[in-house]
């Protein structure tokens, strides 16, 4: 390529390069984290990110395949997810369903539900056929599609979209309140299951679209098990983070590196064995969690039903 | 509070109905008429001998770690990573097995235990950061889950690879190591009685040692335990590390009786459904054993399904996902119609 010296040669070039794969790779680990901070201060455990965001992936590979339109797909991608929050919701607040094992429930319906899907929509077993991408032209001297850019400058600023609404609007105070004392809300005579029923909807929607960089930003097809347990790692984020917006999004950021690195030491470094380095996220989350918890604290009426 | 015989009796009933209608509903937009789909499922995993092994060869892979999962709840832990230790016991199972020469019967003992201390110590590594860091169960479980995915992998492909692996798998373990086969002529090992005296155990610790009841009184009212002096830290790395023994020795059976190798891919998520398992036996270990076969069933059919009548396996797990929200849901439904009895008195 011409004109993009700068990225392309030398220690420097490998560190911008190291820089747009982290980005790249942080992004729908910062969608699913803040989802699971909106989830968790309104006091829900969302387990089922993970699920969520499978469903989100889902649905935009299929909207997009059949209309030919990523837009439509990205669409498709945040209704799914906001739509299988909505279940999650329910079970939740009204029918007061533990929330990890409705979580789990989550997950598996929406990774055997695309399964399924794959089988029927598709007819072959695993992955989906190519879909149309979001935008899939390259971007110069950035080493991403069009698509991708705009998924990740979207991440960025929804993080502070979601630090403005939660710390600056009435209804980011009453989903705080919600997640502290839910009881303080009722006699307020407001109804704290509402709040957590528009926020669980609202943690759907933003994995759904996690999900849907997954398939039709970065890749262009669904396959099983696409999302790795990033709506789980996404869970460690929140905590790293400290159940604020913009600390889950440096969290999902770190995150990012670790699985950004694991692709760039193989590139440079070919003796280390890929498949270990595969657990670096995990591995990085892990520690993260156990380094960080005995500090912080979690909303007091987080995972408490109501 | 006990629950009543009534509820008890409707948990397993209403599953069933809600798989028939479900499973019907799938069959139907998949193209198949629920008669063909359901006789598929039936004689996939009844319908004769080999079968009904292939059904019990499901069971005894979900009833271990069903148990570990059962025992981790009941004691108030989300053990989420049971597929984890399940997958660290069978790589420590299938690594001895295909490379030590020693009499068969000491080399299958020595199996099952390294079974026991893979899964044990994946399940200690959460349980030591829970009681000396607070650290949450359920998500360092989860990572776990990811994390034995990946190291198995990588020991198997860098050092352990057999000579005529096909995938990533050890070598064969000698055919003196195998675990005797229980009913002639199918897969099925020694392994699921191995998995019955475990629930059997079980029940004995929660119904008659103090380390049961203390777990229970962990479980279900932990601030009144510490209180009276239970050790909560103790029992949380005591209960996790032994809910993860039981899913590794789990997959050291999956090696030593059935697979006679280890292979990454060894398990298709059955630690992951196994939390549906436990809940449909409402946690009970006794229960879940009905609980696993029940499953069994549904794994072991859900292929003959597949293949006979081309309603695609994956149903299965939307309908395991669904069983867990509704009967979840089913205790609250229990609570309220007790408070309103409660009410009326």
Same mark, same amino acid.
């Given at each position: 390529?011409?004109?993009?010296?700068?990225?392309?040669?030398?220690?420097?070039?490998?560190?911008?390069?190291?820089?747009?794969?982290?980005?790249?790779?942080?992004?729908?680990?910062?969608?699913?984290?803040?989802?699971?901070?909106?989830?968790?201060?309104?006091?829900?455990?969302?387990?089922?990110?993970?699920?969520?965001?499978a469903?989100?992936a889902f649905?935009a590979a299929v909207?997009s395949y059949?209309?030919?339109?990523?837009?439509?797909?990205?669409?498709?991608?945040?209704?799914?997810?906001?739509?299988?929050?909505?279940?999650?919701?329910?079970?939740?607040?009204?029918?007061?369903?533990?929330?990890?094992?409705?979580?789990?429930?989550?997950?598996?319906?929406?990774s055997?539900?695309a399964a399924y899907g794959l089988v029927l929509l598709f007819n072959q077993p695993g992955a989906s056929k190519t879909v149309?991408?979001?935008?899939?032209? @390259?971007?110069?001297?950035?080493?991403? @599609?069009?698509?991708?850019?705009?998924?990740?400058?979207?991440?960025?600023?929804?993080?502070?979209?979601?630090?403005?609404?939660?710390?600056?609007?009435?209804?980011?105070?009453?989903?705080?309140?919600?997640?502290?004392?839910?009881?303080?809300?009722?006699?307020?005579?407001?109804?704290?299951?509402?709040?957590?029923?528009?926020?669980?909807?609202?943690?759907?929607?933003?994995?759904?679209?996690?999900g849907?960089?997954l398939a039709i930003?970065e890749l262009n097809l669904y396959s099983d098990g696409m999302t790795a347990?990033?709506?789980?790692?996404?869970?460690?984020?929140?905590?790293?983070?400290?159940?604020?917006?913009?600390?889950?999004?440096?969290?999902?950021?770190?995150?990012?590196?670790?699985?950004?690195?694991?692709?760039?030491?193989?590139?440079?470094?070919?003796?280390?064995?890929?498949?270990?380095?595969?657990?670096?996220?995990?591995?990085?989350?892990?520690?993260?969690?156990?380094?960080?918890?005995?500090?912080?604290?979690?909303?007091?009426?987080?995972?408490?039903?109501? | 509070?006990?629950?009543?015989?009534?509820?008890?009796?409707?948990?397993?009933?209403?599953?069933?109905?809600?798989?028939?209608?479900?499973?019907?509903?799938?069959?139907?937009?998949?193209?198949?008429?629920?008669?063909?789909?359901?006789?598929?499922?039936?004689?996939?995993?009844?319908?004769?001998?080999?079968?009904?092994?292939?059904?019990?060869?499901?069971?005894?892979?979900?009833?271990?770690?069903?148990?570990?999962?059962?025992?981790?709840?009941?004691?108030?832990?989300?053990?989420?990573?049971?597929?984890? !230790?399940?997958?660290?016991?069978?790589?420590?199972?299938?690594?001895?097995?295909?490379?030590?020469?020693?009499?068969?019967?000491?080399?299958?003992?020595?199996?099952?235990?390294?079974?026991?201390?893979?899964?044990?110590?994946?399940?200690?590594?959460?349980?030591?950061?829970?009681?000396?860091?607070?650290?949450?169960?359920?998500?360092?479980?989860?990572?776990?889950?990811?994390?034995?995915?990946?190291?198995?992998?990588?020991?198997?492909? !860098?050092?352990?690879?057999?000579?005529?692996?096909?995938?990533?798998?050890?070598?064969?373990?000698?055919?003196?190591?195998?675990?005797?086969?229980?009913?002639?002529?199918?897969?099925?090992?020694?392994?699921?009685?191995?998995?019955?005296?475990?629930?059997?155990?079980? !029940?004995?610790?929660?119904?008659?040692?103090?380390?049961?009841?203390?777990?229970?009184?962990?479980?279900?009212?932990?601030?009144?335990?510490?209180?009276?002096?239970?050790?909560?830290?103790?029992?949380?790395?005591?209960?996790?590390?032994?809910?993860?023994?039981?899913?590794?020795?789990?997959?050291?059976?999956?090696?030593?009786?059935?697979?006679?190798?280890?292979?990454?891919?060894?398990?298709?998520?059955?630690?992951?459904?196994?939390?549906?398992?436990?809940?449909?036996?409402?946690?009970?270990?006794?229960?879940?054993?009905?609980?696993?076969?029940?499953?069994?069933?549904?794994?072991?059919?859900?292929?003959?399904?597949?293949?006979?009548?081309?309603?695609p396996?994956d149903?299965?797990?939307?309908?395991?996902?669904?069983?867990?929200?509704?009967?979840?849901?089913?205790?609250?439904?229990? !609570?309220?119609?007790?408070?309103?009895?409660?009410?009326?008195?």
């Amino acid at each position: 390529m011409s004109g993009c010296g700068f990225v392309e040669s030398g220690f420097v070039g490998l560190v911008v390069s190291l820089v747009l794969l982290t980005l790249v790779k942080s992004a729908p680990i910062v969608y699913a984290a803040l989802g699971g901070v909106i989830s968790e201060r309104s006091g829900v455990i969302n387990i089922g990110l993970e699920g969520l965001m499978a469903a989100g992936a889902f649905a935009a590979a299929v909207a997009s395949y059949s209309l030919h339109a990523g837009w439509v797909g990205l669409l498709a991608g945040i209704v799914a997810g906001a739509a299988v929050g909505y279940v999650f919701a329910l079970a939740v607040t009204k029918f007061k369903v533990d929330q990890v094992v409705a979580g789990m429930g989550i997950n598996l319906i929406c990774s055997g539900g695309a399964a399924y899907g794959l089988v029927l929509l598709f007819n072959q077993p695993g992955a989906s056929k190519t879909v149309p991408q979001l935008a899939s032209a @390259n971007v110069r001297c950035l080493n991403m @599609n069009a698509g991708e850019l705009v998924l990740v400058v979207l991440a960025f600023l929804l993080a502070i979209a979601l630090h403005v609404v939660l710390y600056r609007t009435p209804w980011g105070l009453r989903v705080r309140a919600t997640g502290e004392n839910p009881l303080a809300v009722k006699s307020a005579g407001l109804n704290p299951l509402r709040f957590r029923m528009l926020a669980v909807i609202t943690s759907g929607a933003l994995a759904g679209l996690g999900g849907a960089f997954l398939a039709i930003g970065e890749l262009n097809l669904y396959s099983d098990g696409m999302t790795a347990g990033r709506g789980f790692i996404a869970l460690a984020a929140v905590i790293f983070g400290r159940w604020t917006p913009l600390g889950a999004t440096g969290a999902a950021v770190v995150f990012g590196l670790f699985e950004a690195l694991q692709y760039w030491i193989a590139g440079q470094v070919a003796w280390l064995p890929a498949d270990a380095l595969a657990a670096l996220p995990y591995v990085a989350a892990l520690v993260a969690l156990a380094g960080v918890t005995g500090r912080v604290r979690a909303p007091a009426a987080d995972g408490v039903p109501f | 509070m006990r629950r009543r015989s009534l509820g008890n009796a409707a948990a397993p009933l209403a599953a069933v109905i809600i798989i028939i209608v479900l499973m019907s509903i799938a069959m139907l937009v998949a193209g198949t008429s629920p008669l063909d789909g359901f006789s598929a499922l039936i004689a996939g995993s009844l319908g004769g001998r080999s079968q009904i092994g292939e059904t019990l060869v499901a069971t005894s892979a979900l009833l271990f770690p069903s148990l570990g999962i059962a025992l981790a709840f009941r004691a108030g832990l989300f053990n989420i990573g049971a597929e984890g !230790q399940l997958l660290v016991g069978a790589l420590l199972a299938g690594a001895f097995g295909g490379s030590v020469t020693l009499p068969p019967f000491l080399a299958i003992i020595i199996m099952l235990a390294l079974g026991a201390i893979g899964g044990g110590l994946w399940g200690a590594i959460a349980g030591w950061m829970k009681a000396k860091l607070r650290a949450n169960e359920i998500i360092s479980t989860l990572m776990l889950n990811f994390v034995a995915q990946y190291v198995t992998l990588w020991l198997v492909t !860098q050092w352990l690879m057999g000579p005529a692996a096909i995938g990533a798998e050890t070598a064969w373990l000698p055919n003196t190591y195998w675990l005797p086969t229980l009913i002639p002529h199918t897969r099925l090992s020694i392994g699921i009685l191995i998995a019955i005296a475990i629930a059997v155990l079980l !029940q004995f610790l929660f119904t008659r040692t103090v380390l049961g009841y203390e777990l229970r009184a962990a479980g279900e009212a932990p601030e009144a335990a510490r209180r009276n002096g239970i050790n909560l830290p103790r029992l949380t790395w005591l209960s996790l590390t032994l809910s993860g023994a039981i899913a590794g020795i789990g997959g050291a059976t999956i090696v030593a009786g059935e697979l006679h190798r280890f292979n990454t891919q060894l398990s298709p998520g059955y630690g992951y459904v196994a939390i549906a398992v436990a809940l449909v036996g409402d946690l009970d270990p006794l229960k879940v054993c009905v609980a696993s076969f029940f499953f069994g069933i549904l794994e072991a059919g859900g292929l003959a399904m597949q293949a006979s009548a081309q309603v695609p396996k994956d149903t299965i797990h939307v309908i395991e996902g669904i069983i867990i929200l509704v009967l979840a849901a089913r205790r609250y439904v229990a !609570q309220r119609s007790e408070r309103v009895e409660a009410g009326s008195l």
